[in-house]
Every structure is written in structure tokens, then in C-alpha cells.
């Protein structure tokens, strides 16, 4: 029941041309040879899924900074925001968290804010889970002065299989934390960067779902959490 449940969800707008295509594809391949139209109804279905753009219910409080995309940790350290954004040349702590094909790709905000600047910059298809994917990949950048007076940055990062990055909003844009803001396809990365001196709440590894998972508090004096498997 809880699977039928994540599957009957809306479906993002940006994915229907998609589903429209594998579903043409699946009709052609299946008057073809009937197999090969299960494997493009197959397809089809998980096109569906991929495309899949559930609410959210975001926890609301000063400071908090909400994870901006369903997946997996895979990063926790400090490096400096792409020079594009111009916010300076001093690492910040950087939370950077990774996007298979499986997860919902609907990006949402962090925090509370106005998108002060917005940056594309073309790059390589590393995997997304790389270290170098931050530097080389291509990205789309966006930095934030928040409600709470601070500056922040989330970056969209293509994948070894993402092949485009979707930012649908504008600089100048007031955005609410949870709110959508873009998607990318298909499998890929979101790093959020903290002002200094923020600490994260969440550790390598650990699984974050958009909208609701709180990954730092810029209003506790708490330190930085790791992880155990158990």
C-alpha cells in the first residue's frame, strides 16, 4: 500500500513531453514485437515514477536549513562556492547530497530568502558523486540572502547520466523553504554552502528527503553530527 501510495502522486509538469515519448516508443516497439513492448511499457512506468513531485511538509523555525533534494549524503567538508556567485574566495561548510535515478529529482529551498544571484556555468558529466563533479561538472548556481540576514548558496550539478539542469526561478524571486525551484534529470547532485561557522545536522551517508529533512540550524550553538551504521 505505502508503494501504490509514493507512485499516485502528481507528476512535474517538466516531465509529461517524457512520459508522452517513452509512451510512444513503447506503442511503436510493441507493434513491432510484442516483448519489446513490455519493455517500453516497463519504461514508461519508471519514467512516470522518476518524474514524481510529492508535497512536502516543511518544518518551519529561524535559522533551520532544509535539505533541498531527496538522496543520499555524500559529502560533508568545507570548500569555497563557485567564483561565479561572488560571495568571496573563504571556504564555507558545504553539505553536498547525491541523487540516483530512483529518487525524486524535484529541488526545493533551503531557507526562507530572495535568489540574489543565479549563475549557469557548461561543464563536464563526472559522476555526480565525485568530489570533482563540484568544480568541473556543469552546475547551475544560486545564492540566497536569507530571512535571517545570512548568505547562502545551493548549486544544481549535473550527473554522469543528468544531461540537463531545469532552475524555475528568476534572480530577485522571494522563495519560501520547501518551495520548488527546479529538477534535474536524470541522476545528480545538490550542494547547499552554510555561511561560516554553520554546522551540519546530518552526517555521510545519511538518507535526506527534500523539503523536510533538516540538515543544519544557523540559530544553534550545537556541534557538527556524525553517523554509525547499526
Known sequence: MHFVKTILVPINRAG????????????????????LGWVGLVLTLWCVYFFRDPDRMTP?????VIAPADGRVCLIDEAVPPA???????????????MNVFNVHVNRAPMDGVISKIAYRPGKFFNAELDKASEFNERMSLSMHTKTGHDIAFVQIAGLVARRIL?????????????????????????VYLPKGGQSLVAVGQLTTAGETVIADLETPESARTGEVR
Open 60 to 64: 518551519t523555525r529561524q535559522g533551520l
Open 167 to 191: 532552475c524555475q526561478v528568476e534572480e530577485g524571486t522571494h522563495m519560501q523553504a520547501g518551495q520548488r525551484f527546479g529538477l534535474i534529470r536524470f541522476g545528480s547532485r545538490v550542494d
Open 84 to 98: 561565479e556567485l561572488e560571495m568571496g574566495d573563504e571556504a564555507r561548510p558545504r553539505v553536498c547530497i547525491f
Open 16 to 35: 509529461w513531453p517524457f512520459i508522452a515519448l517513452f509512451a510512444v516508443i513503447a506503442l511503436a516497439l510493441g507493434a513491432y514485437a510484442e516483448p
